[in-house]
């Protein structure tokens, strides 16, 4: 963190601070929400969550190191002793605090570009594509996994150095009005609306509210910041009439300021990309898997573009970029040649079609298997999406089928109807009776998708079957680095 005084961030959080705090003293190390993680110099804050209190841990902070101590005025004390009510700034709500601190830690840095992303699906992956390109250039922050929300992007903010130059965020929302308070926080220069899909459907009732939840990242920006929009979305090509600010386009249309010209699959379905930047257009290979990257690596360059980077900066980065973030078509090749694509992360309706597609780009030649599980949060659409998508597995071509847990009844039922005889399609009520199915059936040298959404936790199935099938290749190009 950019260091500050503890009456600096006094101020910020408009706390009261304990007699023992001086106000000259220096936070030198990070801020730290989990006691554990505190070494000498951090500034602990005491988060309450669903299932832990950190006011209980203040004692253990303070005595790993931590200058101080933010916690509500609500809580009482913990600890025993002398020390129980000391080296405190005391505020009305801790997570509201941090968020201060972040906003904090963005106003001292003077030359800092905030670059913020929102969209149904493809976050996390731009995200790390867009902080791997402004990182070849500059110092750049980018949150590790998915840090988008007021606990996960307050703890990015505060990794800013004075050295930084970008920092990337990620910006999730469950509801209207939650973009617009991490703004709050951290208010964009550059902001990069992906898609609108059915991510979260059941919690925003249609594909309208979420349109109008992600449209508040434009919103947000000043009339002297860009927005990055998706020319291929109708739905986040209308946000350009929420904004002030000029607007940069991407996409596979002409008049795209970064076009996707081309996407090709190799047969481990790595792309080859064929892009435009304004008047300049290369063919570069990538070392990320599935067609769905081309528009994320559009995104991206079009973010990297705005915030100054020149085209050949920007295409000479490319082939150096990874996927960085876990579970998200991380490719095992084993010792007896299966190929296990770990896509465990999340999956919504558009995300699984993605994951299906690569498989099938894959799998060429080769026995398939989709194994997939319940695609959360999308309400009333919930058995249709499902239905849909074991659908597009037989139009695609994939072999086997195997859907995990209630939901998925109809991803079975629609992949029968649209021509799965027999064991094709198979429904499973369990992960367990899953696991047992494919470890008899699925043979050495064929290609499987793992993928569901995140609370089914499918990336433990996934490294049931790189077991089974011998581990993996350490030297095998697809092998996990």
């Not at 617009?180 to 609108?196: E, G, H, Y």
């Not at 360059?301 to 990874?322: I, Q």
């Not at 470890?439 to 089914?456: E, H, M, Q, Y």
Request: hydrophobic share 45%; glycine share 10%.
């Amino acid at each position: 963190m950019i260091e500050m005084t503890i009456a600096q961030i006094a101020r910020a959080v408009s706390g009261e601070m304990s007699p023992d705090l001086g106000a000259s003293e220096v936070v030198t190390g990070d801020v730290v929400h989990d006691s554990r993680l505190v070494t000498p110099g951090d500034l602990f804050i005491a988060i309450v969550g669903d299932s832990h209190d950190g006011h209980h841990y203040v004692e253990a902070a303070l005595n790993s190191g931590a200058v101080a101590a933010i916690v509500a005025d609500s809580q009482t004390p913990t600890g025993s002793g002398q020390g129980r009510d000391s080296r405190r700034i005391t505020v009305v709500d801790t997570l509201t605090a941090f968020g201060q601190v972040a906003s904090a830690v963005i106003a001292a840095s003077s030359n800092l570009t905030v670059l913020a992303m929102t969209g149904s699906s493809g976050k996390t992956s731009t995200k790390d594509i867009l902080g791997q390109i402004l990182g070849h250039a500059q110092q750049t922050v980018a949150p590790p996994g998915s840090f988008n929300n007021e606990i996960g992007m307050p703890t990015t903010i505060c990794a800013v150095t004075d050295k930084t130059r970008y920092l990337v965020l990620e910006m999730g929302a469950r509801g209207i009005g939650h973009i617009a308070t991490l703004c709050q926080i951290a208010r964009p220069d550059i902001a990069i609306a992906l898609n609108v899909g059915s991510a979260h459907l059941g919690e925003f009732g249609s594909q309208a509210a979420i349109a109008q939840a992600k449209a508040e990242i434009v919103e947000a920006l000043h009339p002297a910041g860009i927005a990055i929009l998706n020319a291929d979305d109708p739905n986040v090509a209308a946000m350009a009439d929420r904004t002030t600010a000029s607007i940069r386009w991407f996409g596979s249309s002409k008049s795209a300021d970064v076009q996707v010209v081309d996407v090709e699959l190799d047969e481990t379905a790595r792309v080859e990309l064929t892009l435009r930047i304004d008047e300049q257009t290369r063919t570069i290979p990538l070392q990320l898997r599935g067609a769905h990257q081309g528009l994320n690596v559009a995104a991206a360059v079009a973010a990297a573009t705005a915030a100054g980077l020149c085209a050949e900066e920007v295409f000479d980065s490319l082939p150096h970029v990874r996927q960085e973030s876990r579970w998200r078509m991380e490719v095992t090749i084993t010792n007896d040649g299966t190929a296990v694509i770990n896509d465990a992360y999340n999956a919504n309706p558009e995300s699984m079609l993605a994951g299906l597609r690569a498989l099938a780009a894959m799998g060429k030649g080769k026995q398939t298997w989709a194994v997939l599980g319940e695609m959360r949060e999308l309400g009333d659409e919930s058995m249709m999406a499902h239905d849909a998508v074991g659908r597009a597995a037989v139009r695609l071509g994939i072999d086997n089928l195997v859907g995990i847990g209630p939901p998925c009844r109809p991803m079975v039922l629609g992949a029968a109807s649209e021509g799965y005889y027999g064991s094709e399609a198979y429904y499973s009520p369990e992960v367990s009776d899953a696991a047992e199915y494919l470890r008899t059936r699925v043979g050495a040298g064929d290609v499987i998708l793992v993928k569901a959404s995140r609370g089914v936790a499918l990336e433990h199935l996934a490294a049931e079957l790189i077991a089974a099938h011998g581990g993996p290749q350490p030297t095998a190009e697809g092998a996990p680095r």
